[in-house]
């Protein structure tokens, strides 16, 4: 069956919907202009509807970067939610709470500074949704901390799981993402058969990830 998604196609969709607001267009074109890694904008918009579906009061991010996502976040959970998040990069740190005092929702997002590897075992509590998109070679210890952290019925997002198109087979990998890309590879099937999840694949953005944590 012939895909029937061609790039006219996106653009017609993208010109359906309102432009987003000034913060997120110029926290995209920072991220463009500078090669940060960010949430591509259809994966942002269904990030933000599994929020508002599951409507989570506790929300935990790994990867921070500049504040994308967690200002996408805190804004579509509301006033009685609260977006913690984890980075490990200074730049990026200054960055993102630059970010998140211009976009209105700063006090509902607290910033953890340090390793996700070490932070995340000491957060108290469990979390409604957790969303994934930091070093894709740690993929897997974030994994199983952040399956720890997640209540029963809770939400798991997770980006990057096509990696640029390399985890399909059959595709020419660059050197650089060769171990990235069997870290991906490795990632997804677990969490496709990880019995603590109901989890799927979507290709949306650069494939995204969902799962719900089943009742033990």
Do not use: C
Not at 68 to 77: D, F, K, L, T
Not at 114 to 132: H, K, Q, S, T, V
């Amino acid at each position: 069956m012939p895909s029937i998604v061609e790039p006219r196609h996106l653009d017609y969709l993208d010109s359906l919907k309102a432009a987003p607001d000034a913060l997120i267009r110029e926290m995209e074109n920072y991220a463009a202009e500078r090669g940060v890694p960010i949430l591509d904008r259809r994966a942002a918009e269904l990030l933000e509807t599994l929020v508002r579906a599951a409507r989570p009061v506790r929300l935990l991010e790994i990867g921070t970067a500049i504040g994308y996502s967690a200002v996408r976040m805190a804004r579509a959970a509301g006033e009685n939610a609260v977006v913690e998040t984890i980075e490990l990069s200074d730049e990026m740190i200054a960055q993102a709470e630059r970010n998140f005092e211009r976009s209105g929702a700063h006090e509902r997002i607290r910033l953890h500074k340090g390793d996700a590897r070490e932070i995340l075992p000491a957060l108290e509590g469990a979390f409604d949704l957790i969303f994934l998109d930091a070093d894709k070679e740690d993929y897997e210890t974030y994994f199983d901390l952040a399956l720890e952290k997640l209540r029963a019925g809770g939400t798991l997002v997770v980006d990057n799981l096509l990696w640029h198109g390399y985890a399909a087979p059959g595709a020419e990998i660059p050197e650089k993402y060769h171990e990235s890309t069997e870290h991906i590879r490795r990632f997804n099937r677990a969490f496709l058969d990880s019995p603590a999840l109901d989890a799927t694949i979507l290709t949306v953005g650069d494939g995204v990830g969902v799962g719900v944590k089943r009742a033990t």
